[in-house]
């Protein structure tokens, strides 16, 4: 543990112990820098915190059916909090500063201030700034709502009790998956989402599948309206669309995350931002020298595993300019553990769109109609790969069903690698399992390509599993 | 659906409607071959009768409390042989024949005989005689031991209950998905494995760790010692090594397989097999000109994926010898749908001992202290992964824990694919999944081939994860 000392410039300084911030600050002391690691709130940041820990942990004991989800929960995001926020206190070449930090136009070597829980105002130099201030829900307010029966993730895993009726504003990431734990936890959820489908980033089969499956578990999912109110003392949800929904005793905001710019002081230190973040190169560096932003304040990731990768790349940049590179930054996979799980790697369905318009082929497999998913009683589950339409090259691919985050390394392998799917053609997956799915849609990408095969050899090719036999 | 006509000869004769014997049949019915397929049992064969098929329900039916699980079971399995039978009467390219084929002497064109149930001798004449005779379990009688209280798989989804005490013979596949239906049923379970680790065929921490969880679930797992005999009317299991079990009132026998040559007179044709079955090439050819084998028949695999992937390379050879090879036959995974799940690819462990002795370097991670293992409160897990020591190429990889038999698709791909650790380095995998470990391996191997970066860069290097977090 090392005492901060203001007269010492220190070889880094890193704003935010969330994802990035502890990346970089275990790894630049890693390489022997001395690092002040500054931090507002709670070491860990929003994925230790109010984010990845608890909700993953709040889906398994509610589908597990622990007695006290929310406070078993709690007991596991705590513990982990508090030896993270251990490790970092005891670490010999981190100092842990308690504070917000604010940039400086005092350059060289850099300045950043600190106002602590106090109200002291200490000042800090450093050679390198990582800014790693993370993101924040977005906020507003719904007319007829108490404030106290509006959460979002921040407040959420704090309830001391499982609401009744949980009405969510929002169809990403975090909606799913607490519509999935709250629904499991006994909850009746509501789901209301502007755009017109679920996952509005994903492929729109994707959303499709999504919705129906959380429909078919009693998730009542609303989309392309919005929360215009609550009436009747706040139980009675009424939608843009004009219909009421009836029982509502706790509304979650889950619709979408903005930067924590404010209190940074960028345009003090002249570094350039916009509305999605702070912008960098390749690297992470800004374009101040010896400023560099990681994470989701730069708004190119949302994930703890984006910023741990992203870390990595700048401390890799900071620690060993001269070292080539491993490679740059390979395919970032996104995964949502809701039931059905949902994950996916490539370029956006966007780019795809964009860039592949004339030359792009979808195969897509339903996994309901795979001897798994017979014999599971699967309902509903999808894979769906874009690919240039001669090599094969898999541009992006989604998985909507069970372990689609542990499985949808496949699709990263064959992305970082270059490997299309002529390539992966008589790969073996295990029967009977899901990511026989996979050697389907390569199967229906090869007849494709080479189309002098008779069609039934395809049938054969697929093994043991037949097409539509739920219908028979 | 086609008629037999004895007077014609046919394209190909299929003995064996199983998983091999499916893909045969269909596979070059689609190139316009005429085939009959011979069966004397059920169409669909283990697999969808006594084998995969009916233990995934189970499974299935037994985590998620299906009222009456074993009738469940009988009632899926029962729905797809009638769809598969019904796909072979009706097909009309392919005669299906009940009945036991056995070959002859005369070779040109193949001449095979088959008993009906009815008694009657049919004489069927074929270009290419494909065998997919398949399997059977290892069956010996127990002293003490009823009839009728000892069962294969071949009997046991027929149970009309659910057994209080199965003792288990045998510590394969088969025994440990056993172990976890009917414990999930309630059913207490006893395996007596006489080899001193369950798994045998895996690496010895697969087999610890997969030991280690059943025991923790309740499972008594006895190794090293077999079951002697009954006493007390059947109701104590006396092992070898003295112990005695009380309250058994039901014995799985799950101790090994062996290909069904008996009825195939593969000696009056000339055809050269072992103990471990029919020798073949590398494309499903015995000895004899014309014939073939594919699947179990041959102890080259007990797997449908296996069956599936040598019966695809066996049509190739026969509807299209021209062609050039689209690749030899990839790395062949090995699944248990156990809980935990047990997946591995690659050489078997023999070979990685003989062939890499010097130059092998292994690697592990346990999945209970990755982040993903400490939500979902996961006790045991495990992935190990033997690699050539500079190059970083997989020679083997095995996994234990959750959804083992999708993600170890990953090293499937590696291996066929060529890509060894060092290319892995950066991959990036969705937090906090489970494959996250995959990284953590890769890590360990990049630390040891670069020495010059500090120890410290790879603890941050594996990001959010800390070690040994739940002894802390």
């Keep these: 543990m090392a005492e901060l000392d203001p007269t010492h410039t220190y070889d880094a300084l890193v704003i935010g112990a969330g994802s990035g911030g502890l990346t ?57 909090r508090d030896h993270e926020t251990d490790e970092m206190a005891e670490h010999e070449r981190i100092t ?9 136009d005092r350059r060289d070597p850099h300045v950043v201030l600190v ?38 993730n921040e407040e959420l ?55 129906a499956a959380l429909r078919a578990r009693g998730v009542d999912v609303r989309t392309g309206t919005t929360l215009e109110r609550l009436e009747a003392d706040g139980s ?10 009836d029982g509502v005793d706790l509304v979650l905001l889950a619709a979408g995350r903005r930067p924590k710019l404010d209190r940074l002081d960028l345009d003090t230190a002249g570094v350039a931002h916009g509305r999605r973040g702070i912008t960098i190169d390749d690297w992470g560096r800004t374009n101040v020298p010896g400023i560099w932003a990681v994470g989701d304040v730069t708004g190119e990731t949302l994930t703890t595993h984006g910023a741990n990768a ?3 790349r700048t401390v890799r940049a900071i620690a060993l300019p001269k070292l080539p590179t491993l490679g740059g930054l390979r395919a970032m996979p996104q995964a949502v553990y ?49 690919v240039e339409r001669f090599t094969g090259r898999v541009l992006r691919a989604a998985i909507v069903g069970p372990a689609a985050a542990e499985w949808i390394g496949i699709f990263t392998m064959a992305i970082d690698h270059g490997i299309g799917l002529r390539k992966m053609f008589g790969t073996i997956h295990p029967y009977p399992s899901h990511a026989q799915a996979v050697g389907r849609i390569v199967d229906d990408f090869t007849r494709d390509t080479l189309p002098a095969l008779p069609a039934e050899w395809w049938g054969m090719a697929r093994g043991r599993v037949f097409d539509r036999i739920r219908r028979s």
Tied chains: 1, 2.
């Design 24 to 80: 970089l600050a275990i790894g630049l002391a890693g390489f022997d820098r001395d690092v002040v690691l500054v931090e507002g709130g709670d070491v860990g940041g929003d994925c230790t915190n109010v984010g990845c820990v608890p909700s993953k942990a709040l889906l398994h004991a509610a589908r597990v059916g622990e007695p006290d989800g929310l406070a078993w929960t709690r007991a596991k995001r705590d513990h982990l």
């Design 96 to 104: 842990l500063v308690a504070g917000w930090a604010r940039l400086t």
């Design 115 to 152: 106002t602590t829980p106090a109200g002291d105002e200490l000042e800090i130099r450093a050679e390198h700034v990582v800014v790693c201030a993370g993101s924040a829900p977005v906020r507003f307010d719904i007319d007829g709502l108490a404030a106290e029966r509006l959460v979002t």
């Design 157 to 211: 895993f704090e309830l001391d009790r499982v609401p009744e009726h949980l009405l969510i504003v929002g169809g990403g990431p975090i909606s799913l998956e607490m519509a999935t734990a709250f629904g499991d936890l006994g909850t009746t959820v509501t789901i209301v989402e502007r755009e017109e489908r679920l996952l509005a980033n994903e492929d729109p089969l994707v959303s499709d599948t999504v919705a």
């Design 236 to 245: 009675t949800a009424v939608l843009a669309d004009g219909s009421r929904i």
């Design 310 to 312: 992203m870390g990595r």
């Design 338 to 386: 809701s039931r059905p799980e949902v994950a996916s790697v490539g370029l956006s369905t966007a780019e795809v769109e964009r860039r592949h318009l004339a030359g792009r082929r979808r195969y897509t497999a339903d996994l309901t109609e795979l001897d798994r998913g017979y014999t599971d009683d699967l309902d509903h589950g999808l894979v769906v790969v874009d």
